[in-house]
């Protein structure tokens, strides 16, 4: 329903990041590190050291997987061009997206709690006005914090763990 109306291309959303830097323009910039209530992910994940090298290979294929190649939709779509939360999908989320620049933030979660989230996604969360909350309803399945589902489906773990190494790039 929220990918049907999004008619921003990432090069308008490079262009209007550019030209508006304020925190208005901006929300998520103000709130670092955010409140979150997404779960701890299982010690098995939480603890778990990312298993490839830090490599410009592994980096430029998370980045591809994050701004164009990941399904049904790019990580880009709603986290932004620049990791900020502010994509042309995310900025009608509330929680919003995490803002990946944060280095509070960022620092904060290990690479097993980022793998875990992008595989299993974060929880409940609330629509923009105009849409029904019979949607959120999901019977059979854990609640949701965020907008953020998961891609365990989509993504292969060395997919994940290639996007894990590109996300981190944003706070440095």
């Known amino acids: 329903m929220l990918i049907a ?3 921003r291309t990432m090069m308008e959303e490079e262009s209007a990041h550019s030209s508006s830097g304020t925190a208005e323009n ?3 910039l ?3 590190p955010p409140t979150r209530e997404t779960p701890q992910a299982p010690q098995s ?3 778990k050291p990312n298993p490839l090298a830090r490599t410009p290979g592994n980096i430029e294929k998370g980045k591809r997987l994050y701004e164009s190649d990941a399904v049904p939709v790019s990580c880009a779509n709603c986290h932004g061009l620049y990791g900020d939360g502010q994509g042309p999908i995310g900025k009608h989320l509330q929680p919003p997206p995490t803002d990946f620049t944060c280095k509070a933030l960022m620092e904060s979660l290990p ?3 980022l793998f875990w989230i992008v595989e299993n996604g974060s929880g409940l969360y609330e629509l923009t006005p105009g849409h029904s909350r019979e949607t959120l309803k999901r019977p059979e399945r854990r609640p949701r914090y ?3 589902r998961g891609h365990k489906n989509e993504l292969t773990e060395k997919q994940i763990w290639q996007l894990v190494l590109y996300i981190r790039t944003f706070s440095k």
């Open 111 to 113: 690479d097993g709690q």
């Open 45 to 47: 994940y939480y603890l």
């Open 146 to 148: 965020t907008a953020m």
């Open 30 to 32: 103000w709130r670092c």
């Open 5 to 7: 109306g999004c008619t």
């Open 26 to 28: 901006h929300p998520n």
